[in-house]
């Protein structure tokens, strides 16, 4: 078996890199085309204006864009391959407005599918696109890059003139006055609820104390028996006295609620002297009638 020196194994070594590099050399480079580019202006849903164009060719013209109206740009991008042209999805797509005085440049990102559609919409009523930001002639171009592309794409689309409103001037307000006396606050009350006549408000209270004059009128017609009340029987006095003196009480609650007290207080002292008096009322009863039986 022969055997082989170093240096014929290494001139044996470049000479297959050599080859193998050269068919690698010959692959023929992909190519890309951009097919159905349209550019158009819409406002409130409504196309004002459209153009289609071939690539490489731009606009023929600048073409304007007035505040509240959207910029639409949209094209297709394909492979071509030894089996016809394919549909292409880039890694990285822009559209690129370069200002043309000053060389300001605005990025915005395109919008792709995995079929190789491609689309901006600029809004110029939205925030990020107010007339701060887009104002005067712009040059529009198309930037695609992608891994199997040497070069990237820059298509010169063509020229965009945005117009912005008329500035408003400013207002101009009076500075305030750190110290110094105030404006005067007026307070507005509520009005007072209309109240009723005095002859209607007289005449219910008349209603209202009514019963109490019949019971006067009826104890001086036909007298008070204090007959059966234990004057001589201090255990039996002292209940009687404590029920009778319970309903002048609940009594003068009524009047006192009628005055100044209301609903809460009210029920909350009628409760205990419901207490009272339903301890005190059934002693009392329970005497007169022992009393009744013994005599």
């Not at 990285?92 to 370069?98: E, L, M, P």
């Not at 404006?183 to 209309?194: G, L, M, T, V």
């Not at 009628?270 to 022992?290: E, F, P, Q």
Request: charged share 20%; net charge positive; with cysteine.
């Amino acid at each position: 078996m022969r055997a082989f020196t170093l240096t014929q194994i290494s001139v044996l070594c470049l000479a297959c890199l050599s080859f193998f590099g050269g068919i690698q050399c010959q692959q023929p480079e992909p190519s890309f085309v951009l097919s159905k580019v349209d550019v158009s202006i819409s406002a409130a849903d409504v196309r004002r204006l459209s153009q289609s164009i071939n690539y490489p060719d731009a606009l023929s013209a600048p073409l304007t864009l007035q505040p509240n109206e959207r910029l639409r740009v949209s094209f297709n991008l394909k492979q071509k391959t030894s089996e016809g042209e394919k549909p292409f999805r880039a890694h990285q797509a822009f559209a690129v407005f370069t200002q043309v005085g000053t060389q300001e440049q605005l990025i915005r990102k395109l919008d792709s599918t995995k079929s190789g559609k491609y689309k901006l919409l600029l809004d110029t009523k939205e925030k990020k696109t107010t007339a701060q930001k887009f104002a005067g002639e712009y040059h529009l171009d198309i930037v695609l890059g992608a891994f199997s592309i040497p070069d990237a794409i820059n298509y010169r689309v063509g020229t965009i003139q945005f117009e912005t409103e008329a500035a408003q001037e400013p207002q101009t307000t009076q500075p305030q006055l750190g110290f110094g006396p105030r404006p005067e606050i007026h307070h507005i009350f509520r009005k007072p609820e209309d109240l009723p006549p005095t002859w209607l408000s007289s005449l219910f209270a008349l209603i209202v104390l009514s019963p109490w004059v019949w019971l006067v009128i009826s104890w001086s017609s036909l007298g008070v028996n204090l007959s059966h009340f234990p004057v001589n029987a201090p255990s039996e006095m002292v209940p009687a006295l404590g029920f009778i003196g319970t309903l002048g009480s609940i009594a003068y609650l009524y009047y006192r609620y009628w005055t100044d007290l209301n609903i809460f207080d009210t029920l909350s002292y009628l409760l205990i002297l419901s207490v009272i008096g339903a301890v005190t009322g059934r002693k009392t009863l329970r005497d007169l009638a022992k009393r009744r039986i013994s005599a």
